[in-house]
């Protein structure tokens, strides 16, 4: 049997208006008694009616339902999680009024019932003196959204159905979770925050809180997630600020491994992945299938290309090249074209040779970058989508792009590794 103290806090955390201050009595699955003590201060005394204060009769039918609908969910052979509504009244009698100062006791008794519908019967009394009564029809609607007991969820805040919420995790009022989620126990979201469905969210979590930054003075920003991303144990995300735009960005299939810190007004595409330990300062912007491996900080404003491979502990202070690998600290540098990560994501090796070849001009040739860039572009034999973009890319760059080639030293490292 469920004591009286738990059932009461569901009974709070089901209906976030309570017209219920008391459980006394519960004989699980066939009848519970609560009570409400009504104060003059009471919302709807207030003007219900001026100058003689009384309980609205559709009020004492909604204190009769939040009883029956807790007597209903919380017995041995009922559903495992639903949500429950009132269909129908029958036979509703209204004998005396309901006034300020009564203590009010609310009997509900369970009757025939079905997998989708039951009946209870209910009566409210003034000490020994029945003032209401009348035969309640419950809908049963499964739910296949599950929170946890000691979970903390405000009531403002939208889960979606099918989301798994664990023990001790903290949800803000203006949260927003799709479906199918799972959040992993003492997980916090908060903050103007919407996730995408089919997103897992691993213990200890901070997801949504407010930015690092010293000029943040509490103003409303956003942080928005897509569909199906992975964010390991203790990984931060934090959520915009009014200068840098007011969103932090994250798209679709992204992995973030334990540890990962996202920092205010970054934007993330899909499909990449951080390695434990990765940090992005504020203002940076990921594209997709970027791999930005373990312990690696990418600086404040840079951009990391399409299909970049950033390596193990690397310090990015500029613009990483797409379809490239960057690697090193201080200053990084660069090891050719992705070539492995490229094949892995079906390039065509004629692509990844054409991208190959563009690389030897803006690393291995003796012309300054903009005569390299000049000769990608009037070489017809490496016209293709990529080696466009990855003109672009340096030719939009704000901070300026990481092209100091590696040493042999450093590549024989980096092959025994």
Known sequence: MINI????????????????????????????????????????????????????????????????????????????????????????????????????????????????????????????????EAELLLGVVPDRTEIHQTAIVHPRAQIGEGTTVGPHVTIGPNVRIGANCRIGASAVIDGWTEIGDDTEIYPFASIGLIPQDLKFRGEETHLVIGRRNIFREFVTINRGTRGGGGVTAIGDRNVFMAYVHVAHDCHVGNDTIFGPHAT????????????????????????????????????????????????GSRPARIFGANTIGLMR?????????????????????????????????????????????????IGTSQRGVILRRATRKAEEVLADE
């Open 5 to 132: 103290p738990i059932l009461l806090d569901r009974l709070c955390y089901r209906f976030p208006s309570m017209l219920v201050d008391a459980i006394t009595e519960h004989d699980e699955g066939r009848r519970l008694v609560a009570v409400k003590n009504l104060t003059v201060n009471e919302e709807f005394f207030q003007g219900h009616f001026p100058g003689a204060p009384l309980m609205p009769a559709v009020l004492m039918i909604e204190s009769l339902s939040q009883v029956a609908a807790v007597l209903l969910l919380h017995r041995n052979e009922g559903p495992a999680n639903s949500r429950i509504y009132l269909r129908g009244i029958d036979d509703a009698k209204f004998r005396r009024q309901v006034v300020p100062g009564d203590r009010l006791r609310l009997e509900v008794s369970l009757g025939r019932r079905r997998a989708t519908l039951a009946r209870a019967y209910a009566a409210a009394f003034v000490g020994d003196q029945l003032v209401a």
């Open 345 to 393: 994501r079906g390039f065509a090796p004629d692509v990844v040779g054409k991208l190959k070849r563009s690389f030897r001009y803006l690393l291995q040739s003796k012309l300054n970058t903009t005569r390299a860039l000049q000769q990608s572009q009037q070489d017809r034999s490496l016209s293709c989508p990529e080696v466009q973009y990855v003109i672009d890319f």
């Open 280 to 327: 992005l300062g504020g203002h940076v912007a990921v594209e997709d299938f970027a791999n930005i491996s373990a312990g690696s900080a990418v600086h404040q404003f840079c951009r990391v290309g399409q299909h970049a491979f950033i390596g193990g502990y690397s310090v990015v202070t500029k613009d990483a090249l797409p379809f490239a690998r960057t690697v």
